[in-house]
Nanobody, 122 residues
Framework: QVQLVESGGGLVQAGGSLRLSCASS????????MGWFRQAPGKEREFLVA????????YYMGSIQDRFIISRDNVRKTVSLQMNDLKPEDTGVYYC???????????????WGQGTLVTVPG
């Protein structure tokens, strides 16, 4: 069973930065794309960004790449999300997930972490 554990969430003022990390227990880590999702209060979970298994390709939703950067360390089996210029609308629970394929995209995820809460007061 693959385990994904997120960390790095917390309270940050608007305009600030946070770096989320996701540690994976997957023995075939490089064979799978990884993604980050967000669930805002009272809303459905939404896709933010994904990275290929090799780490050479990314897929961002909308203009999120203007402020967020995804990366991965295939030696440490971690995926990170650098979030800059945070806004109140970025508040929510952030989840990392493993994609069934090695490519990057908004669908096709089979394992999820428990989530980490990010709060940006308005």
């Amino acid at each position: 069973q693959v385990q994904l554990v997120e960390s790095g969430g917390g309270l940050v003022q608007a305009g600030g930065s946070l770096r989320l990390s996701c540690a994976s227990s997957d023995r075939s880590f490089t064979s799978h794309g990884m993604g980050w999702f967000r669930q805002a209060p009272g809303k459905e979970r939404e896709f933010l960004v994904a990275i290929t298994g090799s780490g050479t390709g990314t897929y961002y939703m909308g203009s999120i790449q203007d402020r967020f950067i995804i990366s991965r360390d295939n030696v440490r089996k971690t995926v990170s999300l650098q979030m800059n210029d945070l806004k109140p609308e970025d508040t929510g629970v952030y989840y990392c997930a493993r994609r069934t394929e090695s490519t990057a995209g908004p669908r096709g995820y089979d394992h999820w972490g428990q989530g980490t809460l990010v709060t940006v007061p308005g």
